[in-house]
């Protein structure tokens, strides 16, 4: 899945992104470009707990 999360600013924010995805699935493989403010992750978690779980740490993020 491809998110964009347009309040991820800095190296800071990007590695608290990684770290909620991976506390959904552990085995995720997060990809992010801070650029762009696109994370694309490999996960066999649904895109609704990988939302919720960015929201809730103050990431809320759009699916792309």
Do not use: W, Y
């Amino acid at each position: 899945m491809k998110l964009l999360i347009e309040n991820m600013t800095c190296g800071g924010c990007a590695r608290g992104v990684t770290a909620t995805i991976q506390d959904v699935d552990s085995h995720a493989k997060v990809e992010v470009d801070l650029v762009s403010k696109i994370v694309t992750v490999d996960t066999t978690a649904s895109t609704d707990q990988i939302t919720a779980a960015l929201a809730e740490d103050g990431f809320p993020a759009k699916v792309q």
